[in-house]
């Protein structure tokens, strides 16, 4: 019996690393899992095996979070927590700026937490569920060579 029994669980960004840690972790405490994902279709076969409902989603496009919410509400349930982990870096020198590469950093880092906090919401308030985001260490000055952009995303996250 682990403590998250029957508890729905939404991680953004649920393939690789940290994302997919923290939803393996609570599958191991009983919950309900569901992730989304951008890319890593083999990496989503894989954690369906486990019992995970995985669900494509570009969270930096507030329609897909929408249908996404609806998706889990009618398959699990509704969430009691939610774990903003999606995110993406790309790494430039502060003088090389691009700005299509800061933009989709935005997109994702940034504007994909309001997003899916906006969606779920009303589920979350309803099961009087918590919200998770992951931030970075590069949010509050432990930027290393090239991550400055990325910083400005992340110290966002932290401050919210």
């Given at each position: 019996?682990?403590?998250?029994?029957?508890?729905?669980?939404?991680?953004?960004?649920?393939?690789?690393?940290i994302g997919r840690a923290i939803a393996e972790a609570f599958l191991r405490e009983g919950?309900?899992?569901?992730?989304?994902?951008?890319?890593?279709d083999e990496k989503a076969r894989e954690l369906e095996?486990?019992?995970?409902?995985?669900?494509?989603?570009?969270?930096?496009?507030?329609?897909?979070?929408?249908?996404?919410?609806?998706?889990?509400?009618?398959?699990?349930?509704?969430?009691?927590?939610?774990?903003?982990?999606?995110?993406?870096?790309?790494?430039?020198?502060?003088?090389?700026?691009?700005?299509?590469?800061?933009?989709?950093?935005?997109?994702?880092?940034?504007?994909?937490?309001?997003?899916?906090?906006?969606?779920?919401?009303?589920?979350?308030?309803?099961?009087?569920?918590?919200?998770?985001?992951?931030?970075?260490?590069?949010?509050?000055?432990?930027?290393?060579?090239?991550?400055?952009?990325?910083?400005?995303?992340?110290?966002?996250?932290?401050?919210?």
């Amino acid at each position: 019996m682990g403590r998250f029994d029957g508890k729905v669980v939404m991680v953004t960004g649920g393939t690789r690393g940290i994302g997919r840690a923290i939803a393996e972790a609570f599958l191991r405490e009983g919950a309900k899992v569901a992730i989304t994902y951008a890319r890593s279709d083999e990496k989503a076969r894989e954690l369906e095996k486990m019992g995970v409902l995985a669900i494509r989603c570009n969270v930096s496009r507030r329609d897909e979070v929408r249908k996404a919410v609806e998706f889990v509400r009618d398959r699990l349930g509704d969430a009691n927590v939610l774990v903003n982990n999606a995110g993406i870096m790309h790494l430039m020198p502060f003088e090389e700026y691009n700005e299509e590469l800061f933009n989709r950093m935005i997109d994702v880092n940034v504007k994909g937490i309001i997003y899916t906090t906006l969606e779920f919401l009303p589920q979350l308030k309803r099961t009087k569920g918590v919200i998770i985001n992951i931030a970075s260490n590069a949010g509050i000055g432990t930027a290393f060579e090239g991550t400055t952009y990325y910083a400005i995303t992340k110290a966002s996250v932290i401050v919210c």
